[in-house]
Every structure is written in structure tokens, then in C-alpha cells.
């Protein structure tokens, strides 16, 4: 069992930036692939970025590349988005998830190969 706790979120200006961090009890963090995802009112949870068990595999969203970046530090059981140049468009309830794999190079895009989420932390973007 992995349990998320996600931090970080808050009301931003546009053009700013946030950075949110996820914190996984347990041991076997380095186990798990992590993604972040999110969902705006009104509309279905969508992929944001993933990031493999050893860190040096990662994928984003068209709507966000360049302007995020995922990370994560094994030792202290955090993953990290870093989210510059916001939009009001990013506003959303944003989702950790871990995804057990086998595989330190391999992350998914799809929600449904997550095994454990996290309650959420709003993100608000004001234009």
C-alpha cells in the first residue's frame, strides 16, 4: 500500500509559477513510475507528465511541454512538478499517482496503469 499526499498548490498569476511535490509513504517508492495528472471543472482527468523509477525517462503533454518539468529524488520519497510561464488554462485539482512497474526506464500516459493516487491540490491560474 502507497499512500500520496500532494502539496503545493495555490492561486497564481499568469505567467507564474507553482511547484508541487508528492510524498509517498513507504519504502518502495523507487518501485514505481510516477505521473501527474489533472482535471479541470467540468471536464475529464487528462495526463500531465510521468517520470520513470530511476528518473531518467520522461514524458509530457503537448499543452505543457516546455513549460513544466517533473523530477523526482528516490531518497526522500518526493516527486516534483515544477510549472512555469502558467496559463489560466492550467487551472485544475492536480493528481499524483504511482504506477507499479518492473521496469526502472518505463511510465505511462494512461490513468488506468496507476495503482495509487493522491487526494489532489488546487491549482488556480488567474488571467
Known amino acids: 500500500q502507497v499512500q500520496l499526499v500532494e502539496s503545493g498548490g495555490g492561486l497564481v498569476q499568469d505567467g507564474g509559477s507553482l511547484r508541487l511535490s508528492c510524498v509517498a509513504s513507504g519504502r518502495t517508492f523507487s518501485r514505481y513510475a510516477m505521473g501527474w495528472f489533472r482535471q479541470a471543472p467540468g471536464k475529464e482527468r487528462e495526463f500531465v507528465t510521468a517520470?520513470?523509477?530511476?528518473?531518467?525517462?520522461?514524458a509530457y503533454a503537448d499543452s505543457v511541454k516546455g513549460r513544466f518539468t517533473i523530477s523526482r529524488d528516490n531518497a526522500k520519497n518526493t516527486v516534483y512538478l515544477q510549472m512555469n510561464s502558467l496559463k489560466p488554462e492550467d487551472t485544475a485539482v492536480y493528481y499524483c499517482?504511482?504506477?507499479?512497474?518492473?521496469?526502472?526506464?518505463?511510465?505511462?500516459?494512461?490513468?488506468?496503469?496507476?495503482?495509487?493516487w493522491g487526494q489532489g491540490t488546487q491549482v488556480t491560474v488567474s488571467s
Open positions: 517520470i520513470s523509477r530511476s528518473g531518467r525517462g520522461t
Open positions: 499517482a504511482a504506477h507499479s512497474t518492473d521496469y526502472s526506464s518505463t511510465y505511462s500516459a494512461r490513468g488506468r496503469d496507476y495503482d495509487y
